[in-house]
């Protein structure tokens, strides 16, 4: 099972949106509505941002948000703050009833 | 307050073996699927495999880059995971997260551990 494909770093500047891209195949990304998000902050573990596409956990800003279209998901960070600068992952469940993660993006907060 | 305690790791050589262990608490342990998860130094999160609860037989399943060298077990009366890791090699040098979600078969994992680090090393 490769990994799914994301870019390798991002940037935008305080208040701006910024979007993250994550595409596998239709064994996963496309196949499932189980792709997460997460957020991983250096020496941290990480931590859940969103699950199932586009839902939220308890406590996750609104500023956070995910979408699929297809093969690839995405996620939007709207209204950018410099504590979002963090490595940001996704994975998706796969035919195998495994799981695949992205290869991580680098957020950078200008 | 849910916790998972991660320990077990440490320095050893290529070819040798490491058991992992997991220490849960705070949630019905017994109820939830429960997963492995490493990371190597500077690298991405890399999916290491899941181990069901009982009423899914215990059923398990592995990453490619691991199968058939680790094996991942639970003891519910201990709320404990572990991982057995046998035939070690030097790429499998990486921090090791257990991690589980808020439903019991979640795959989004909303519970992590701290890691335990492993590393493989002449």
């Known amino acids: 099972q490769s990994a799914l494909t994301q870019p390798a770093s991002v940037s935008g500047s305080p208040g701006q949106s910024i979007t993250i891209s994550c595409t596998g195949t239709s064994s996963d990304v496309g196949g499932y509505n189980h792709v997460s998000w997460y957020q991983q902050h250096p020496g941290k573990a990480p931590k859940l941002m969103i699950y199932?596409?586009?839902n939220r956990p308890s406590g996750v800003s609104n500023r956070f948000s995910g979408s699929k279209s297809g093969n690839t998901a995405s996620l939007t960070i709207s209204g950018l703050q410099a504590e979002d600068e963090a490595d940001y992952y996704c994975?998706?469940?796969?035919?195998?009833?495994?799981?695949?993660f992205g290869g991580g993006t680098k957020l950078t907060v200008l | 307050e849910v916790q998972l305690v991660e320990s077990g790791g440490g320095l050893v050589q290529p070819g040798g073996s490491l058991r992992l262990s997991c220490a849960a608490s705070?949630?019905?342990?017994?109820?939830?699927?429960m997963n492995w998860v490493r990371q190597a130094p500077g690298k991405g999160l890399e999916w290491v495999g899941r181990?069901?609860?009982?009423?899914?037989?215990?059923?398990?399943e592995y990453a490619a880059s691991v199968k058939g060298r680790f094996t991942i077990s639970r003891d519910d009366s201990k709320n404990s995971l572990y991982l057995q890791m046998n035939s070690l090699k030097t790429e499998d040098t990486a921090v090791y997260y257990c991690?589980?979600?808020?439903?019991?078969?979640?795959?989004?994992?909303?519970?992590w551990g701290q890691g335990t680090l492993v590393t493989v090393s002449s």
């Open positions: 705070g949630f019905t342990f017994s109820d939830h699927y």
């Open positions: 991690a589980c979600g808020y439903y019991y078969d979640s795959s989004g994992y909303y519970y």
């Open positions: 994975s998706s469940y796969t035919t195998s009833s495994t799981l695949v």
């Open positions: 199932d596409v586009s």
């Open positions: 181990t069901r609860n009982k009423a899914n037989s215990y059923t398990a």
